[in-house]
């Protein structure tokens, strides 16, 4: 950029918005608004409001350092450090798997079953940035929520999630390894809804992801090392006992593992068996009821 000359606004903007392009960002204009905003402490709003302005070395340093880590492919959430799950905002970082807007889908299924009962109890399994059990706990309010991770780190974003969305007091965050540990360790007796989207990624799937996921998130949070069915196998086989009589099992799935995941489930002795597909008419969440 050359020295002495006035750079407005809504020039860095398209400078920014070319940059990200030529670096092969998705949605270079819209990654380009949410990292200026952020870097001048402006709303998108009042970014649109201020494209005349004059930006001056120091602030426009400061939009350079936040569109490179972008061009690293560093995700956009995590440079933000937070999100947007179910209309709330949630707290990211580095370590704790960013929320999906087809996860939204399972809770809303969870909130479906869930928001008429009187003193309802949930689990989500595996709950990273909490964002599934912060949902649940703050759009039905007479429920309590246990929240199992293995990760200190996520547990500790999804705490920080719990507060900040006014939720606090009705969950309950447990560190435990879900395939491993005693289920009694992190289960409360009789439980209404058990939720969980583990990692469901193959390590042959792996390598096939976009630089974002791959080279950013938490690598346990979305591969099982294996074929992507071990979390399936391991909660159908040890949740029946911890669920209530008319209690149901939810779980988020991948694009291709409707049948086998569906299998899995009627083999553990589950039935009422049912798959939704989310807004793209992917196979997304599956639920099911101990018989
Ligand atoms: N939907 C996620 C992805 O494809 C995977 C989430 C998971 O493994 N639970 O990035």
């Given at each position: 950029?050359?020295e ?23 949605h ?60 709330l905002p949630?707290t ?5 798997l ?5 996860t939204?889908?399972?809770?809303e ?15 989500d399994?595996g ?11 703050h ?20 705490r ?5 969305n ?10 435990a ?14 439980s209404?809804c ?6 469901y ?10 630089p ?29 006992p ?12 991948g ?27 992917i ?9």
């Amino acid at each position: 950029m050359q020295e002495n000359r006035i750079w407005r606004l809504i020039e860095v903007l398209q400078e920014s918005t070319a940059y990200l392009e030529r670096q092969r960002i998705e949605h270079p204009r819209l990654n380009a608004e949410r990292l200026l905003g952020r870097a001048l402490g402006l709303s998108r709003v009042e970014l649109y409001l201020s494209f005349d302005r004059p930006l001056n070395e120091e602030e426009r340093a400061a939009c350079r350092t936040l569109l490179q880590r972008r061009a690293s492919h560093e995700p956009l959430q995590y440079i933000l450090e937070e999100t947007e799950f179910m209309s709330l905002p949630f707290t990211v970082g580095p370590g704790v798997l960013i929320p999906r807007p087809e996860t939204e889908l399972l809770v809303e299924e969870a909130l479906r079953f869930l928001k008429p009962l009187e003193n309802s109890r949930a689990v989500d399994l595996g709950t990273g940035s909490g964002c599934i059990a912060v949902s649940l706990a703050h759009y039905a309010p007479a429920c309590r929520v246990t929240a199992v991770d293995l990760s200190e780190a996520a547990l500790e974003t999804a705490r920080k999630n719990g507060a900040r969305n006014g939720a606090g007091e009705r969950l309950r965050f447990v560190r435990a390894d879900i395939l491993s540990d005693d289920p009694a360790d992190f289960f409360p007796e009789a439980s209404d809804c058990i939720l969980a989207n583990p990692p469901y990624i193959s390590r042959d799937e792996w390598d096939r992801l976009a630089p974002e996921i791959r080279e950013w998130e938490p690598r346990e949070a979305l591969c099982d090392e294996g074929d992507g069915l071990a979390f399936y196998r391991s909660i159908a086989a040890r949740t029946a006992p911890y669920l209530r009589k008319g209690g149901r099992l939810m779980a988020e799935i991948g694009h291709t593992q409707a049948a086998a995941v569906r299998e899995i489930f009627s083999e553990s002795g589950f039935g009422d068996i049912s798959v939704l597909n989310d807004l793209n008419g992917i196979p997304r969440v599956i639920t099911a009821a101990p018989q």
